[in-house]
């Protein structure tokens, strides 16, 4: 019984140094593809640095300086916050935050309506289950932001008030986001059925995703010229000819809106559309036998499926609505005033101006705005799409 176990404890003695070889090989080989990787991936990292990391910190320090002109050249001076105070406290405020007037009763309603939802809100959030301190003050902080910005629009659209270019940026987002969501949706369910001519219908509707911004533009300034426009015999016979849209601060909001509808429809469509499509048939087909009606599975089988898709689409098409400038800038040029200015726009009328620092505030302060926007979404939202995921 000893000689095979002394033969054994042999074998295993000569395999002991090539296992040992192998194993340093196999080390080396991982520190190469290692070092190989970093070398690959270096170049693009040092890219995404120098044209990302770089113009940000360089702009931030602009956002606090201001140029001046000398003899022999320009100077930029470090002032601090005086770029913000300006827009937030200063001579830009009318600009950047409007005009503000007293709060109505129509305003303070709304806002007791709204405060109740939130309140509601954050109670049904105490008392669930993933309760936390942490998760407890970031949504008090989300709500205390929302609830400032919904002030900040109700008292500048009264009557006598202007929204400001903040406030114009917010109408912006949300009722375009909304509208874009609601038609490219309503559009993905009709096309999604087997009527005749879908091909046809899905191709047309995607046309608007090939013209530029710049084109938009043009296109509807032309649409909405009443006295040359293709539309003349239409406004003509309506009695409309010697009026403009451009004329009226909201007729020209609603030019902006209405071309950014049309443009951005088909992103949405084209999207719900896939995924519509990739859901499974039997939860549908198994409903329909039950005797549910169509609200009823697209209420509790097909919104709920493309829920994921769908808060990764309207995050996407938020943060890009928050950069608007084409459609205001050449459709109504700002106008009437800065009625259609977006931040970004009046980010680049200071430029133009000179007021570089100015101009840095702005988009510093569209930054915080959008990266504040697309955090609480994705905070507010995780939790619902993780529960119909699992």
Known sequence: MAEPSHTVSLDQAKSEPALVNQGKITALTNKADQFAASAFVLPALLVILLLSIFPLVLSLWISLSRLTFEKGGAVMTFVGLDNYDKLIRGINREHFLGVLVQPSLFTWIVMAIVVILFGRWLFHYVRGDDFSIGGFIFRLIVTGALLGAIWLVLVSIETGGRPGTLEVTWIYVFVGVTVQYLLGLGLALLCAQHIPGRRFFRVIFLLPMMITPVGVAYLFRMLADTQKGPFYPIWAALGLVNTSWV????????????????????????????????????????????????????????????????????????????????????????????????????????????DIGGSAAVAYILLFVVTFAGIAYVALIRRRVEQIAS
Do not use: C
């Open 247 to 354: 004329s009226d601060p909201w007729g020209a909001r609603a030019a902006v809106m209405i071309g950014d509808i049309w443009q951005w429809t088909p992103f949405m469509f084209i999207v719900l559309l896939a995924a519509i499509e990739s859901l499974p048939t039997e939860p549908v087909e198994a409903a329909v036998v039950d005797g549910a009606g169509p609200w009823a599975i697209l209420r509790y089988i097909t919104f709920p499926a493309i829920l994921p898709v769908t808060s990764t689409l309207i995050l996407i098409r938020m943060i890009e609505a928050f950069k608007i400038i084409d459609l205001p800038n050449i459709l109504t040029n700002g106008g009437p005033g800065t009625a259609t200015e977006s931040m970004t726009l009046h980010a680049y009328t200071i430029w133009r101006a000179l």
